[in-house]
């Protein structure tokens, strides 16, 4: 059973540009998370998608934005690249929607960006 | 707003040596509580997760214990061994989606 995909892996990109992320869920979970990592703020929560539908929605600003294909598969982009961007993004699938429960979150090796 | 404490930051033992490990959180109305294990540069792997009616969980050489009331988690690793070191961290899920709050992390050193 494959895992949680994330492409890509590594990317540099520069100031003011935009990146799109991908991350395919292990196959038949709906629910899409997204988390930045970074030295100085720990993990922290981006948003949530299930059904194709944004369900959570962390503390960051509009310049970060997520979708869901009806495969499940998401993309989150991050226009107008800021140095303090420059971490590892993370996306988690689980086989549960929002609610309560066993949530088990399974998580991608991430995709690491560098903004110069 | 729920905040999540690992304490310490880090820590090195010696092999052999049994692994306690912390973590606090605010809001005691948790759903459940995880536990996960990253490697350098890597992602995040799951190890054990209490619901908030546990009490304690076991995996092999992990137990984790959950005292929603005073806001706390344990997690123990027995024995310790070198391929143990690594960044542990506790996040904890409210009632409403799959939005994790982490705490900062211990990175264990286990010394051969």
């Known amino acids: 059973k494959a895992g949680v995909t994330q492409t890509p892996r590594y990317l540099i990109k520069t100031r003011g540009q935009q990146v799109t992320l991908s991350c395919s869920p292990i196959s038949g979970h709906r629910s899409v998370s997204w988390y930045q990592q970074t030295p100085g703020q720990g993990l922290q929560f981006l948003f949530e998608?299930?059904?194709?539908?944004?369900?959570n929605k962390g503390n960051f600003p509009g310049r970060f934005s997520g979708r869901q294909f009806s495969n499940s598969r998401s993309e989150m982009n991050v226009s107008t690249l800021e140095l303090g961007d420059s971490a590892l993004y993370l996306c988690?699938?689980?086989?549960?929607?929002?609610?309560?429960?066993?949530?088990?979150?399974?998580f991608g090796a991430g995709s690491r960006l560098t903004v110069l | 707003k729920q905040e999540v404490t690992q304490i310490p930051a880090a820590l090195s033992v010696p092999e052999g040596e049994n692994l306690v490990l912390n973590c606090s959180f605010t809001?005691?109305?948790?759903?459940?509580l995880q536990w996960f294990r990253q490697d350098p540069g890597k992602g995040l792997t799951s190890l054990l997760l209490i619901q908030s009616s546990q009490r304690e969980q076991t995996s092999g050489r992990l137990n984790a214990s959950l005292d929603k009331s005073s806001g706390r988690s344990t997690l123990y690793i027995a024995a310790s061994q070198p391929g143990d070191s690594a960044t542990y961290l506790c996040a904890v899920i409210k009632a409403a989606g799959n939005k994790l709050t982490f705490g900062g992390g211990t990175r264990v050193l286990v010394k051969p």
């Open positions: 988690a699938s689980s086989s549960r929607g929002p609610g309560p429960g066993a949530n088990v979150l399974t």
């Open positions: 809001d005691s109305a948790i759903y459940n």
């Open positions: 998608y299930f059904s194709e539908t944004q369900r």
